[in-house]
Each structure stands twice: as C-alpha cells, then as structure tokens.
C-alpha cells in the first residue's frame, strides 16, 4: 500500500512557467512533509518542508501548499528553469520514534529552454 | 565538512556472491538510515540505527540483509547471496540529535547484480 501518492510521474514546463506537483497521504499520524530534489546520479536533497499547523510555505521560487483536511500537499515552482529539471519526491514522517521518511514515488521534472 | 560519504558508488556482484556497502555519517551525526531505491521507483526505508544499535529494521527484508553500526568506523549494509532483484540503488541518510527532522543524503550506491 502506497502511503504517500505522488503525481504526476513526469512533467515537462517552458522556462518561466510554473511546475506543480501534488502528493496524497493516507497516514494521519504524519506530521512532517519534505520535499526532495534529486539529480541522476546524486543522492536526494532537502529542498523544503512543512508541519501540518502551516497552509503554505515559500521559499525562493519555491512554494509548499498544505491542505491538512484533504490530506494533500503540492510543490509549486515559480519561474522554472532549466537547471531545475530533477526528480522531485514528496515525503513525509512522523516526530518522535525512528521518525523514517516514507516516500512518494517521484516526479521527473524537465524544463525546456 | 564533509557530507554523508558512501562506497563503494558503484558495485557489481555475481549472484550468490556478498555486498558490503559502507556508509561513514556527517561529522557529529549518530543516526544512520537506509534506503533503497528501486528503479522508477521512490526510496524505501530499510533499517534505523544509532551507534551500536539497531533502532528500527521494519524494512529489512528478513533473511540474507543484515546492517550494523559499530562504534568505530562507518556503517555496513551487507546483502548475502545477491539476487538479481537485489540490484538498485542504496543510500544511506544521516543526522544528529540537535539537526531537528534533516537528514543528509550520500551520493547512494548502486548495486547490479549480473
């Protein structure tokens, strides 16, 4: 069973354009949700995160939305670039005990010039 | 300050054969986690541990993968007698008690089982 839903599983965007990415989850004990930025060969970085008290964060270019009701969240990235063309995932853990990410299955993302 | 470094980045392991992976956390870091990932496919929790312990191993599959953390040295994620279905890609995470919930990665290691 799949905890964390991520789509779509690939996403081409315009340099300039917006790219948005949603994730789903099903465990209501969670309540820390990263997102990861991962280039071929490289390990995952952090790029953003959020708890379930905020509705949106931004940072940069870089936006989480947070709806705690419909257990959704969602990347946004303003003004895409080409450099921003990764995999993204979606994950999400729960404080306390071995606090393990749970991922979502990712999302290639490719920015065109 | 040297990141989470991991080795080898590439193995290669006939079936039946054995694979060490090493993972040495950042400086000041005591938690260790892996991961696996399959290709097309998110990571997948594989064990927790601190120094000396194993905290979580919910995700290990239950015969032939076995990890440890000893006091010195780095952490060791063995596979025994590789399958082909063994092959992905392994990373290992870290992070200290003070780091709040961020965890670095290593560049992973990828494993291919011929």
């Known amino acids: 069973q799949q905890q964390v839903k991520q789509s779509p599983q690939s996403l081409i965007v315009q340099k300039g354009g917006i790219s948005i990415i949603n994730c789903a989850y099903e465990?209501?004990?969670?309540?820390?949700f990263p997102w990861y930025q991962q280039f071929p060969g490289k390990g995952p970085a952090l790029l953003i995160a959020?708890?379930?008290?905020?509705s949106e964060k931004k940072e940069g270019r870089f936006t989480i939305s947070f709806n705690k009701s419909a257990k959704q969240f969602s990347l946004h990235i303003m003004d895409s670039q080409p450099g921003d063309s990764a995999t993204y995932f979606c994950?999400?853990?729960?404080?306390?005990?071995?606090?393990?990410?749970?991922f979502g299955k990712g999302t290639k993302l490719t920015v065109n010039p | 300050n040297a990141g989470v470094m991991q080795n080898p980045r590439h193995l290669v392991r006939r079936r039946g054969q054995e694979a060490r992976l090493r993972c040495s956390p950042m400086?000041?870091?005591?938690?260790v986690y892996w991961y696996r990932q399959l290709p097309e496919e998110g990571l997948k929790f594989m064990v927790y541990?601190?120094?000396?312990?194993?905290?979580?191993e919910s995700g290990m599959p239950k015969e032939r993968f076995s990890a440890e953390f000893p006091k010195e040295g780095p952490s060791i994620l063995r596979i025994q007698q590789v399958v082909r279905g063994d092959s992905a890609a392994y990373f290992c995470?870290?992070?200290?008690?003070?780091?709040?919930?961020?965890?670095?990665f290593g560049q992973g290691t990828r494993l291919t089982v011929v």
């Open positions: 995470a870290s992070r200290n008690e003070l780091g709040g919930l961020r965890a670095f």
């Open positions: 465990n209501t004990a969670f309540d820390y």
């Open positions: 959020i708890r379930p008290d905020v």
């Open positions: 994950a999400a853990l729960t404080q306390g005990g071995s606090e393990k990410l749970v």
């Open positions: 400086k000041g870091h005591s938690h």
């Open positions: 541990l601190q120094k000396e312990n194993i905290i979580d």
